[in-house]
């Protein structure tokens, strides 16, 4: 959790990713920052996020997108 919080916070500056549970649907993110997140995620665990992936619920929080990592790994 603290690597991913960590790879956030360095991809997409001035955002609080630990202290939020709704990035999506509180707009907190946007298209463009969504796109910047998945690829630092796929680059840097090995994953593939498929456009069925790219659902608010995979992104609205680090724990969320810690499960949908943990998934893929599998």
């Known amino acids: 959790m603290e690597e991913l ?10 955002i609080d990713f630990a202290g939020s549970e709704a990035l999506i649907d509180d707009e907190i993110l946007d298209s463009l920052d969504i796109v910047t997140i998945v690829s630092a995620i796929m680059d840097t665990y090995g994953v593939t996020i498929s456009v069925d992936d790219l659902v ?17 790994q599998a």
């Open 5 to 14: 919080l960590q790879l956030l916070t360095e991809t997409c500056p001035g």
């Open 56 to 72: 608010p619920e995979n992104f609205n929080s680090v724990a969320a997108m810690l499960d949908l990592i943990q998934r893929l």
